[in-house]
């Protein structure tokens, strides 16, 4: 049976496509962002989660193991990875929910049944999107979904990095209504540094899809110090405009609402507590260099 491990999926979404859509996050990701939204989502494997904001300190779940891989601490319960079994039993034996697993594994034909639980709410537009981490690190069941999606008529898109074997990009084009691709950053040293990966192979993958005609829609995350520069804005308008087609490019405003998803895997969080949105003047004038290119900016 083909499965993956997914770790969320958000119904009524309208940031994730076109319309209103299911998304599926699934777990796993070959880049490694510094200013990632979904951090539990970069690693393949089922972990325990821990939510100290729903920990009422009772230390039943640290009672409850059997492999001492639970352990107290100033924040709360420290998890050692490495020791646990995923037995279960500390999840049994919280009573808030704050110890769980952070994904589930599901079969392709489990991710289908839930999809068609929202058909109704779809619309014209709207359809299930394929998210992460990234799915192409699970080719066979996101294809699966896909196919299934496409065999019921129901639209179905994906949010991926292009950081994939072109093969493997292009069963994905063959078998989606819409690409979502990130461009981070467009000079290859600073795209290293801040994702772990050179981007050659994404702006290559971009590339080839452009003159297969796919469905593509440029997303840019703007990432206080990281992305939000003109520099950065004007180099990826020049690259977007070389591709010879109409590409539209979507700027993506930074979320700062994952920071508690840091504390929780114990991982640095890169920005200010208090780091907010870009402000909409500055969207605006990072868009204007888009546009002045020729390109259409959403
Ligand atoms: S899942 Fe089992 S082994 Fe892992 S921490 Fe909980 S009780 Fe211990
Ligand atoms: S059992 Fe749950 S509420 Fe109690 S200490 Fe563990 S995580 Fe916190």
Redesign the pocket.
């Known amino acids: 049976m083909i499965t993956a491990n997914v770790f969320d999926i958000k119904r009524f979404s309208i940031n994730d496509g076109d319309g209103i859509r299911t998304t599926i996050f699934l777990k796993g990701c070959p880049l490694a962002c510094k200013w990632c939204q979904n951090p539990e989502g970069l690693i393949p494997e089922i972990r ?1 989660w821990y939510a100290r904001n729903i920990c009422v300190s009772c230390k039943s ?1 640290i009672v ?4 001492n ?2 352990r107290w601490d100033d924040r709360g319960v420290a ?1 050692d990875h490495a ?9 049994v034996a919280c009573p808030t929910g704050a ?1 769980r697993f952070d994904a589930r594994e599901m079969s392709v034909a489990e991710a289908l049944e839930e999809i068609k639980k929202d058909r109704p709410f779809y619309g014209t537009d709207g359809g299930v999107t394929l998210s992460g981490g990234e799915c192409m690190v699970s080719p066979a069941f996101s294809l699966g979904v896909l196919r299934g999606c496409r065999e019921c008529g129901i639209n179905a898109q994906i949010e991926t990095s292009l950081y994939a074997r072109p093969e493997i990009v292009d069963a994905f084009a063959e078998t989606t209504d819409k690409i979502i691709a990130d461009i981070k950053l467009i000079d290859p040293a600073r795209h290293y540094l801040a994702t772990g990966v050179d981007n050659a192979l994404i702006l290559s993958n971009i590339r080839r899809l452009a003159q297969q005609d796919t469905n593509l829609l440029i997303r840019v995350p703007l990432i206080p110090g990281f992305t939000d520069d003109e520099e950065n804005m004007r180099g990826i308008a020049k690259f977007v405009s070389s591709l010879g087609r109409d590409i539209p490019v979507e700027l993506l405003n930074f979320n700062p609402m994952c920071r508690e998803k840091y504390e929780s895997l114990r991982k640095t969080y890169q920005f200010d507590p208090d780091e907010r949105e870009i402000p909409q003047q500055r969207v605006d004038a990072l868009k204007q260099i888009l546009t002045d290119c020729g390109l259409v900016a959403i």
């Open positions: 325990l779940c409850a193991c059997e492999e891989a639970l998890i020791s646990c079994t995923r037995c279960s039993e500390c999840v110890i």
